[in-house]
């Protein structure tokens, strides 16, 4: 697939199939994610790839826990209607997990020790973009609290979860979201 096409036509999925992915597709897709760039090329992503369901329920109620609290403290009403039965029916989750110990110099910089988010960004971005060209769909989650989280995932207090990437074949046609044009975003400094 050409790589432009990939970019414009991937979509976020909310509804999944529960038909299984195989391993080795999985480590297709971790294969694109491990090829992204990072800061000094630190590599500051691991990866957990979740098929168990017992899990997946636990991540479910977190995130509706999480949802409901933010709803509270919002007022927001399009989170009190946002469900996320997705992380109970994608077959396959896959948290991303930075090292902030791997953020490259900015560590030491007035507002650094953040360049491991980018390069973990990085790496979600390679994998959704491969998972479409793969045809399957993908949903890049981050409404849960980190302690939680960790303990669900048995994940160290020195490594920080970023996001949750549900993936699967689509249940249906992904919501079209719009763009506003690269004139209104961009400036030149001639
Ligand atoms: C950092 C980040 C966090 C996101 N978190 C969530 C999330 O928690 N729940 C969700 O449904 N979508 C989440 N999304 C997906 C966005 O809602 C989606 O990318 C955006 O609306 C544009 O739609 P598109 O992906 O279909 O082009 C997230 C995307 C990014 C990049």
Same mark, same amino acid.
């Not at 971790?30 to 957990?48: D, G, K, T």
């Not at 973009?129 to 020195?158: N, S, V």
């Not at 979860?161 to 763009?179: E, F, H, M, S, Y």
């Given at each position: 697939?050409?790589?432009?096409?990939?970019?414009?036509? $991937? $979509?976020?999925? $909310?509804?999944?199939?529960?038909?299984?992915?195989? @391993?080795?597709?999985?480590?297709?897709?971790?294969?694109?994610?491990?090829?992204?760039?990072?800061?000094?090329?630190?590599?500051?992503?691991?990866?957990?790839?979740?098929?168990?369901?017992?899990?997946? @329920?636990?991540?479910?109620?977190?995130?509706?826990?999480?949802?409901?609290?933010?709803?509270?403290?919002?007022?927001?009403?399009?989170?009190?209607?946002?469900?996320?039965?997705?992380?109970?029916?994608?077959?396959?989750?896959?948290?991303?997990?930075?090292?902030?110990?791997?953020?490259?110099?900015?560590?030491?910089?007035?507002?650094?020790?953040?360049?491991?988010?980018?390069?973990?960004?990085?790496?979600?971005?390679?994998?959704?973009?491969?998972?479409?060209?793969?045809?399957?769909?993908?949903?890049?989650?981050?409404?849960?609290?980190?302690?939680?989280?960790?303990?669900?995932?048995?994940?160290?207090?020195?490594?920080?979860?970023?996001?949750?990437?549900?993936?699967?074949?689509?249940?249906?046609?992904?919501?079209?979201?719009?763009? $506003?044009?690269?004139?209104?975003?961009?400036?030149?400094?001639?």
């Amino acid at each position: 697939m050409d790589i432009f096409a990939a970019i414009k036509e $991937r $979509r976020s999925c $909310r509804i999944f199939l529960p038909d299984p992915i195989s @391993k080795e597709t999985i480590e297709k897709i971790l294969e694109a994610a491990v090829w992204a760039p990072s800061a000094a090329n630190n590599q500051p992503w691991e990866f957990i790839v979740i098929l168990n369901n017992d899990i997946k @329920k636990e991540i479910f109620s977190e995130s509706e826990r999480c949802r409901k609290d933010v709803f509270e403290k919002s007022g927001w009403k399009w989170i009190d209607r946002y469900r996320t039965p997705f992380l109970e029916e994608a077959p396959v989750i896959i948290a991303v997990v930075g090292d902030p110990q791997k953020t490259g110099a900015d560590m030491f910089l007035k507002g650094g020790g953040l360049a491991y988010h980018h390069g973990c960004a990085a790496a979600i971005q390679n994998m959704l973009l491969a998972a479409h060209a793969l045809g399957l769909g993908t949903l890049w989650f981050t409404l849960f609290d980190k302690e939680p989280l960790r303990k669900i995932l048995t994940i160290p207090d020195e490594k920080d979860p970023l996001a949750l990437i549900c993936l699967g074949k689509a249940g249906a046609d992904p919501v079209q979201t719009p763009r $506003r044009g690269v004139q209104e975003k961009t400036s030149y400094l001639r």
